[in-house]
């Protein structure tokens, strides 16, 4: 559905006042985020399922927001895709229909779906045209009561947690060693000696780049398999089909850059599915239980609230992320990234304790 199908869409669901009052907080995120000035803008969104319309509200929000700015922009809400479905025609003729340079803004329950013959991943395909975007997928993890934990997220003064994180990716891209341990039972090894961290700080206002809204992570790959020790994880647990806030924390015994063993309760046992899960489809089922990713929570704002793209970004907590990170500068290709996130950590850098 394209901009006046999907307003109307919107007003006929009751959603539309919910976009028109989100909006009056994203007009601030144009300038500071992707430094927009006369780019066509096209924001992309779904339907939802039953009680679950963040999407549908975010992408709404934001249309409304660059209207009132006066923005060449366009909507379009698709149905619910999942991983291996096909994104709509609606959204494939508009991202083809945009010039070098324009903006993207996704905001999915699920995922945005295979973009065809426009290319295999959605961010190579902003890369090669140099758009900047901003995305926010698998919101369909949460009831559409919690639509004020994710605007809040994202409603931050963005400077002082650019400073912030520009001064933790220098002391990762210098390190070489990471010690991190909770009161919770975490002690882990995890080599970065020769990684280049990414700040996801918000600041997307470089063509062909872009990255979460809302934002505030620090990450980094590791150094080959050189992980080890343990986690336990007391905040959420990514599966393959949505994220489970910890109920009983999950223990994941980590050897030699790969995870031998998943202990706990039922969160740890829809964990341990999907890993078996992917091993049985992917081409290099070796790759599936690697530990690719450290990441530090920095947004004062964000709360564990059952949605990784939120939980992640969490100030006083970090993560390791089982699976793929050969998209951050890693090397390690396999078909799930999965955040594994945990509470409180003490977090040494080459026995130096950062402290965000």
């Given at each position: 559905m394209e901009t006046i199908e999907s307003i109307n869409w919107l007003k006929e669901n009751n959603l539309?006042?919910?976009?028109?009052?989100?909006?009056?907080?994203?007009?601030?995120?144009?300038t500071p985020c992707l430094a927009v000035q006369d780019e066509r803008v096209l924001i992309m969104g779904d339907r939802g399922s039953k009680n679950k319309k963040i999407a549908s509200i975010l992408a709404g929000a934001y249309y409304l927001a660059a209207d009132e700015l006066k923005l060449d922009t366009k909507l379009v809400l698709q149905g619910l895709k999942s991983r291996g479905d096909q994104a709509e025609d609606d959204v494939t003729n508009s991202l083809f229909q945009l010039k070098e340079g324009d903006v993207v803004v996704v905001?999915?329950?699920?995922?945005?779906?295979?973009?065809?013959?426009?290319?295999?991943?959605?961010?190579?395909?902003?890369?090669?045209?140099?758009?900047?975007?901003?995305?926010?997928?698998?919101?369909?993890?949460?009831?559409t009561t919690k639509l004020n934990h994710v605007i809040n997220a994202i409603n931050i003064d963005y400077k002082p947690m650019q400073l912030q994180?520009?001064?933790?990716?220098?002391?990762?891209?210098?390190?070489?060693?990471?010690?991190?341990?909770?009161?919770a039972g975490t002690n882990l090894y995890y080599n970065?000696?020769?990684?280049?961290?990414?700040?996801?700080?918000?600041?997307?206002?470089?063509?062909?780049?872009?990255?979460?809204?809302?934002?505030?992570?620090?990450?980094?790959?590791?150094?080959?398999?050189?992980?080890?020790?343990?986690?336990?994880?007391?905040?959420?647990?990514?599966?393959?089909?949505?994220?489970?806030?910890?109920?009983?924390?999950?223990?994941?015994?980590?050897?030699?850059?790969?995870?031998?063993?998943?202990?706990?309760g039922e969160e740890a046992k829809l964990l341990e599915r999907t890993l078996d899960w992917a091993a049985s489809r992917a081409k290099n089922p070796g790759s599936v239980r690697r530990v690719g990713e450290f990441g530090i929570g920095l947004n004062p704002k964000a709360q564990i609230i059952g949605a990784t793209?939120?939980?992640?970004?969490?100030?006083?907590?970090?993560?390791?992320?089982?699976?793929?990170?050969?998209?951050?500068?890693g090397g390690i290709y396999a078909i799930i990234h999965l955040d594994q996130i945990f509470k409180n950590p003490v977090i040494k850098i080459d026995g130096e304790e950062l402290k965000p």
């Open positions: 539309f006042e919910s976009s028109k009052e989100a909006a009056a907080i994203l007009k601030k995120i144009f905001c999915m329950s699920d995922k945005l779906g295979s973009i065809g013959d426009l290319g295999k991943s959605f961010r190579k395909f902003c890369e090669k045209k140099k758009f900047k975007f901003v995305s926010a997928l698998s919101l369909g993890d949460l009831e994180h520009e001064k933790i990716k220098q002391i990762l891209d210098r390190g070489k060693e990471v010690y991190i341990t909770t009161k970065i000696d020769g990684m280049t961290a990414t700040s996801a700080d918000g600041n997307y206002t470089t063509p062909g780049k872009g990255g979460n809204l809302p934002a505030g992570e620090v990450y980094i790959p590791c150094n080959g398999k050189n992980v080890n020790g343990k986690v336990i994880v007391d905040g959420s647990s990514r599966n393959h089909k949505h994220t489970a806030i910890i109920k009983e924390p999950i223990t994941l015994e980590i050897e030699e850059g790969k995870v031998v063993e998943i202990s706990g793209i939120v939980d992640e970004k969490t100030l006083g907590t970090a993560h390791i992320g089982i699976g793929s990170n050969y998209w951050f500068g």
